[in-house]
């Protein structure tokens, strides 16, 4: 439990480092993306920017700020 409770504590304390460091992932992926012309990374793109917003929002429901 003890570990736990350290992830979550280091999670709350770097949290805004965490989003800055997810913003610049998916603005990296977005640029490369637009460089090919294929369709299928899009969607890949697509499906993994989701799921971090729904990580993203359901942690704002536990207090990650």
Avoid: P, Q, Y
Avoid at 4 to 19: E, P, S
């Amino acid at each position: 439990m003890e570990h736990i409770t350290g992830i979550v504590t280091w999670t709350k304390a770097n949290w805004a480092d965490i989003l800055a460091l997810w913003a610049c992932l998916i603005g990296t992926a977005e640029i490369v993306v637009k460089w090919t012309d294929s369709k299928k990374d899009d969607e890949v793109l697509g499906k993994i920017r989701a799921a971090g917003v729904k990580v993203i929002s359901w942690l704002t429901k536990f207090g990650f700020e």
